[in-house]
């Protein structure tokens, strides 16, 4: 099952590089979890697959303007960790008058279950990005800017 999972998160990362909507929404399951630092406009938890549509219109709101041609590239590798799948990504982004820009590693840990646990235990199932480590000293997506809606 480990490496159906790293293809199931390339799918998304795929998704999100192309931004097919359909691509990304098609690996989602259910009764999955998205969970986003509180200091990113779209910060938040999302559940289910209207949490999941949710999560990815905001992060398309904060993050389109943002990332114009190349910028849209995340050179994403994977790591297959048994029930887990660790994604490392470059985020990159251009404010829109081009002056600035960003380029940051970043590391995310993708949780996956067969059996997806009760709702009250559904920390199983979760996705987080890691706040402290993506943002040290790093600007967030609003250091550029409002995001166009």
């Excluded at 200091?39 to 992060?59: T, V």
């Excluded at 590798?77 to 008058?97: C, E, M, N, Q, S």
Aim: aromatic share 8%; net charge negative.
């Amino acid at each position: 099952m480990s490496q159906e999972n790293v293809e199931t998160i390339r799918g998304l990362f795929r998704g999100v590089e192309e931004r097919d909507l359909e691509a990304y929404l098609a690996v989602g399951h259910p009764e999955v979890v998205i969970r986003e630092p509180d200091s990113l406009p779209y910060g938040g938890e999302y559940r289910g697959l209207d949490g999941l549509r949710r999560h990815a219109a905001g992060w398309m709101r904060s993050w389109a303007a943002l990332q114009p041609g190349n910028e849209r590239r995340l050179d994403a590798t994977f790591i297959d960790a048994g029930d887990h799948v660790v994604a490392r990504w470059r985020l990159k982004a251009r404010a829109p008058d081009g002056d600035e820009t960003l380029d940051m590693q970043m590391l995310g840990i993708y949780e996956m279950c067969e059996d997806p646990p009760e709702p009250e235990g559904v920390e199983e199932l979760v996705v987080d990005t890691l706040d402290d480590l993506a943002y040290s000293g790093h600007p967030s997506p609003q250091a550029f800017g409002p995001a166009p809606l």
